[in-house]
């Protein structure tokens, strides 16, 4: 399971969920803060040795609607970006009763997401998450504290450990071997060592230091009897979902929504995001707060659905994947890889889906597409 957040950014000044963000981003064209929606977003690893996908599961709005959250009575009300996609990571695990890896960039290593995860294990009765995710350079960690002498209170943790000092200290421990990362094999250099972690929560941690190419990085995982080369080819797979963005926005159209409703309070971007928040808890009319919700609702409707689109064409891609490759209607110069990608099986799709109607007509979603199709169109048989 993959997991990660995305802004998209939105001009409406009457958009429930918009608010004011920092865009974390190296590119300085960019502005400095944006009037946005926080999304989190949710997927599964799917498909075989030729190609995987990351398949979503759950894409919501996750920031700027705590007092909607709280008209509504969402247990999320209380909770970050962060707590709140944990959550529903673990809630998702529960559901399928399938001990899941979650994979999560640097972002989401915090104190908060951690408690979340034993909270969450703590009500399924199983801890159905293992984490898997990457420090900060700067991190640091501690080593476990000595044995108690009786004397004063027992210590929670022992000598402090800057991680990336171990790059230098530690390398004549790295292990030099062979591992297959994204479709290609390199030479990685690891060392593995388990230390406390989080001020206040000091919880023991697995933490994977890699040289790959040059790079150095820092890896976490909170299964301490994982093993190292396991957690670098997990953690690889990570990148899926940022593949995944761009399809579900380019292809798709996902995040091309524009819902808004009169009765929200007027956005002002040169105010802060917590007045915004103040002006909208104020409203206390039913009715208005009711229109308010269905806006809301309307909004996380239009991405779900995309969701299940998009979901839809890449099981097609993985599952007939020799008759789109050999469709007349489809030809490409250059292959990248044997399984079609989205934009090719949506364009595969998209031509016949004249014939798939005709092959198909007493399915009911057929029936009420041309329905719906006829309704539109000047005569019954015309195709709009």
């Given at each position: ?7 998209k ?14 865009l ?23 498909g ?24 509504i ?9 962060v ?28 104190v ?5 995860m ?9 801890a ?20 108690y ?84 080819q997990?953690?690889c ?18 995040l ?7 009765h ?28 308010i ?24 891609a ?28 949506r ?5 016949s ?9 007493n399915?009911?979603?057929v ?16 195709a709009?």
């Amino acid at each position: 399971m993959i997991g990660d957040g995305i802004k998209k950014p939105k001009e409406g000044r009457y958009m429930p969920g918009v608010k004011k963000t920092h865009l974390e981003s190296g590119n300085s064209s960019k502005p400095e803060f944006t009037m946005a929606h926080t999304l989190g977003a949710l997927g599964i690893v799917t498909g075989n040795h030729l190609k995987q996908f990351c398949t979503p599961i759950s894409i919501t709005v996750q920031d700027g609607c705590k007092p909607i959250l709280e008209w509504i009575k969402s247990e999320y009300a209380q909770d970050s970006h962060v707590v709140c996609l944990v959550k529903q990571a673990c809630k998702a695990a529960a559901s399928m009763k399938e001990e899941c890896f979650l994979l999560l960039d640097r972002y989401f290593l915090s104190v908060p997401a951690l408690i979340a995860m034993k909270e969450e294990s703590v009500k399924a009765g199983c801890a159905f998450i293992t984490l898997i995710t990457r420090a900060k350079s700067d991190c640091v960690a501690y080593k476990k504290p000595g044995e108690y002498s009786g004397k004063g209170r027992p210590r929670k943790k022992g000598k402090e450990i800057k991680l990336t000092n171990l790059f230098s200290t530690k390398a004549k421990a790295f292990i030099q071997t062979e591992l297959r990362l994204y479709g290609k094999v390199k030479q990685v250099h690891y060392y593995c060592i388990n230390l406390l972690w989080g001020r206040t929560l000091y919880q023991e941690l697995r933490f994977v230091l890699t040289i790959i190419d040059g790079k150095f990085s820092i890896l976490v995982s909170t299964d301490l009897n994982l093993h190292p080369e396991q957690i670098i080819q997990l953690y690889c797979y990570r990148f899926k979902i940022e593949v995944f963005f761009r399809a579900f926005s380019q292809c798709f159209a996902g995040l091309d929504y524009h819902f808004w409703n009169k009765h929200v309070p007027r956005l002002n971007p040169f105010e802060s995001a917590k007045a915004a928040a103040e002006k909208l808890a104020q409203i206390n009319d039913p009715i208005v707060r009711q229109s308010i919700i269905g806006t809301y609702k309307a909004t996380e409707g239009f991405v779900m659905f995309c969701c299940i689109a998009c979901g839809i064409i890449q099981l097609c891609a993985l599952k007939f994947t020799n008759e789109i490759n050999s469709s007349p209607i489809r030809w490409l110069r250059t292959y990248t890889n044997i399984v079609p990608s989205e934009e090719s099986t949506r364009d595969c799709m998209s031509k016949s889906f004249d014939r798939i109607l005709s092959k198909c007509p007493n399915l009911v979603i057929v029936e009420i597409i041309i329905e719906k199709r006829s309704h539109f169109c000047t005569q019954p048989d015309e195709a709009c």
